[in-house]
């Protein structure tokens, strides 16, 4: 049969970080064309679920206990405690999907992040970034779901992310949605014609063809 390269690569370990409210999930659905056929890691959480969201499709929402076995069993890639609730990874998944050759995509906070990098050297880390903080303000209180005590801690958390934005890959802005989608579609594109990721084994069948 023909050989064709690259055909064989693990999947890509993408990881987005930023503030809550900066429109991570609004970018999703802009770039959900690039996004097909990437895998979207279900976080488990201790935080209530909010109206819109369902069960096992936003989050795993759990007991704090449940959360704590998980840790202790050694089950998360990676957890941390944000504004007082607790947030992680289930391992199990990300890594059956990229053993299958399937990009993932973690929605991860700052802390979090940094765990991803230490452990998988490998992933890419993008950052994206509101326009302003008082935008990123408004967009907070217009979501209508945190108390002010709340908001404020969310914006504090905000700022200490962009003070780290230099530990990541890629910065997106996310101004004008559509070139924020833009932006990322090119990103992806980018880091999946590396040419590090096709193993030695591949180049080898390959010449042997
Ligand atoms: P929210 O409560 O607004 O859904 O999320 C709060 C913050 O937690 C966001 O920055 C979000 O990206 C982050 N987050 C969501 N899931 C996880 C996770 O599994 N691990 C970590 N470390 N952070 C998460």
Same mark, same amino acid.
Do not use: C, H, K
């Given at each position: 049969m023909e050989q064709r390269l690259a055909r064989g690569r693990r999947g890509i370990l993408f990881v987005f970080t930023g /503030?809550?409210? %900066?429109g991570k999930g609004s970018l999703r659905a802009a770039a959900a064309d690039a996004l097909r056929t990437v895998t979207y890691s279900v976080s488990a959480t201790t935080r209530a679920r909010r109206p819109a969201e369902t069960d096992g499709v936003d989050y795993h929402f759990l007991e704090r206990s449940a959360f704590e076995e998980m840790v202790a069993r050694g089950e998360f890639l990676e957890h941390a405690d944000y504004v007082g609730d607790l947030y992680g990874t289930p391992a199990a998944p990300v890594d059956t999907a990229l053993a299958a050759g399937r990009d993932v995509l973690l929605e991860i906070e700052l802390a979090g992040a940094r765990q991803v990098k230490a452990a998988r050297p490998e992933a890419v880390m993008i950052f994206i970034a509101p326009p302003s903080l008082a935008e990123l303000e408004r967009r907070l209180r217009g #979501?209508?779901?945190?108390?002010e005590a709340k908001i404020q801690r969310r914006l504090a958390r905000a700022r200490d992310e962009i003070a780290a934005l230099?530990?990541?890959?890629y910065l997106i802005v996310n101004d004008r949605l559509e070139a924020a989608a833009e932006t990322l579609r090119a990103v992806l594109a980018a880091e999946r014609a #590396? /040419?590090? #990721? %096709?193993?030695d084994a591949e180049i080898d069948g390959f010449l042997a063809s």
């Open positions: /503030a809550s409210g %900066v #979501r209508g779901t945190d108390s230099r530990e990541f890959d #590396r /040419a590090w #990721r %096709v193993s």
